[in-house]
């Protein structure tokens, strides 16, 4: 439900299974060159939000950004950790890869490649 009302098919919208970073995190991999906007309409989160989380994304070092011209063109780290413990010692490529491609079809993969 959001806000007291069901989806269309029936699901319980109130909850998601990734959290605000993973939603992005996974836009990113999906299209590397994404603008802000694009990725906030994507995970269904402000502007300002997604700012945020790719600055934590950034820092924690699943993502590098490098500007070329006026775009940015993000990489993604496949090789950094899941933060939880539950995933202890298991890297974030092959989640990625499976929800990009999930997603998009025939995305690049996390690296942009």
Known sequence: MIGGMS???????SWTL???HGHVLVEIARNPQA???D???AAGLTERTVQTIVTDLETAGYITRTRIGRRTHYTVNPDSL???SA?????VGPFLELLAEAEGG??????GA
Do not use: M, V
């Open 87 to 91: 995933q202890e010692g298991l890297r």
């Open 35 to 37: 603008r802000i906007r």
């Open 39 to 41: 990725i906030s309409a």
């Open 18 to 20: 990734l959290t605000g």
């Open 82 to 84: 899941f933060r939880h």
């Open 7 to 13: 989806l269309p098919d029936g699901r319980d919208g």
């Open 106 to 111: 025939a995305a690049a993969g996390p690296s």
